[in-house]
T-cell receptor, first 114, second 111 residues
Framework: DSGVTQTPKHLITATGQRVTLRCSPR?????VYWYQQSLDQGLQFLIQ???????AKGNILERFSAQQFPDLHSELNLSSLELGDSALYFC?????????????FGSGTRLTVV | DAKTTQPTSMDCAEGRAANLPCNHS???????VYWYRQIHSQGPQYIIH???NNETNEMASLIITEDRKSSTLILPHATLRDTAVYYC????????????FGTGTRLQVTL
């Protein structure tokens, strides 16, 4: 157990729907990162939050949004889902925004869009 | 962040040392070298990182050449559980931080 908790572990939904993925960072970590891993794209950085504020953005689609709440948990919202959004979504956390000592990843949410 | 180049795949016999090379010839003086691994669809796992000096922890050793253009991750006694994709990443320290993962090296540890 890495200490980063992601729920749900599996999610199956239909095209056009909206889902919310949740991440609780490791205790004491203030920064949260979201990554998408699909078969043909590898691990892609989506977005970083630090203590509730957005810090860095990757190639995140406009249909996707995220936020970090005062209790430091984070949610990734995916809307108007397409078949191509099927992927593993990983959350990671670090003590600070610089993450010199690396990230701790959760076990991921497997999203299947049918 | 500097581009890194790794072999696509490697094999290693169980109990032997696994030496995973990484080339980062364009790395700048203040870019760190990080190693992560991903065991089949699990979340990536941090292994080790370094800037200039060689580093060792309970998982592995990191050897960085003097010119910093390449590095080697050493797993001293590989086990079957070390079978994974290993990612070498060069990253400039920033508080707007992201790790850019490449395709990595698929290490297969065999009996």
């Amino acid at each position: 157990d890495s200490g980063v908790t992601q729920t749900p572990k599996h999610l199956i939904t239909a095209t056009g729907q909206r889902v919310t993925l949740r991440c609780s960072p490791r205790s004491g970590d203030l920064s949260v990162y979201w990554y998408q891993q699909s078969l043909d794209q590898g691990l892609q950085f989506l977005i970083q939050y630090y203590n509730g504020e957005e810090r860095a953005k990757g190639n995140i689609l406009e249909r996707f949004s995220a936020q970090q709440f005062p209790d430091l948990h984070s949610e990734l919202n995916l809307s108007s889902l397409e078949l191509g959004d099927s992927a593993l979504y990983f959350c990671a956390s670090s003590v600070d925004a610089g993450a010199v000592d690396g990230y701790t990843f959760g076990s991921g949410t497997r999203l299947t869009v049918v | 962040d500097a581009k890194t180049t790794q072999p696509t795949s490697m094999d290693c016999a169980e109990g032997r040392a696994a030496n995973l090379p990484c080339n980062h010839s364009t790395i700048s003086g203040n870019e760190y070298v990080y190693w992560y691994r991903q065991i089949h669809s699990q979340g990536p796992q941090y292994i080790i990182h370094g800037l200039k000096n060689n580093e060792t922890n309970e998982m592995a050793s990191l050897i960085i050449t003097e010119d910093r253009k390449s590095s080697t991750l050493i797993l001293p006694h590989a086990t079957l559980r070390d079978t994974a994709v290993y990612y070498c990443i060069a990253r400039l320290y920033s508080t707007a931080s992201k790790l850019t993962f490449g395709t990595g090296t698929r290490l297969q540890v065999t009996l």
